[in-house]
Nanobody, 119 residues
Framework: QVQLVESGGGLVQAGGSLRLSCAASGRTFRSYVMGWFRQGPGKEREFVTSINWNTGSTYYADFMKGRFTISRDNAKNTVYLEMNSLKPEDTAVYYC????????????WGQGTQVTVSS
């Protein structure tokens, strides 16, 4: 059973930074793509970034413009989302998700972690 547990959310002032973590278990993830999504208040969930666990190749949504970085630690089975220059519009629940490299949908999701950016 795949389990994804996010942590690291919190309250931060605009311009600040946070690092989110996603601890993955229950599977060998080398053939998986790990993604971060977010859902702001009154908004639909949107894609943020993803990483191929095996190759390390990454993909980012345009809106981030270099402010966010995804990475993984193979030894810890953990994926990170480093967020810098945070803006109030980054306020959202951030979710970690996983899919195999052969699929497009993400069937596995964490519970989410709240990020609030104050102005």
């Amino acid at each position: 059973q795949v389990q994804l547990v996010e942590s690291g959310g919190g309250l931060v002032q605009a311009g600040g930074s946070l690092r989110l973590s996603c601890a993955a278990s229950g599977r060998t993830f080398r053939s998986y793509v790990m993604g971060w999504f977010r859902q702001g208040p009154g908004k639909e969930r949107e894609f943020v970034t993803s990483i191929n666990w095996n190759t390390g190749s990454t993909y980012y949504a345009d809106f981030m413009k270099g402010r966010f970085t995804i990475s993984r630690d193979n030894a810890k089975n953990t994926v990170y989302l480093e967020m810098n220059s945070l803006k109030p519009e980054d306020t959202a629940v951030y979710y970690c998700a996983a899919r195999t490299i052969t699929t497009r949908e993400y069937p596995y999701w964490g519970q989410g972690t709240q990020v609030t950016v104050s102005s």
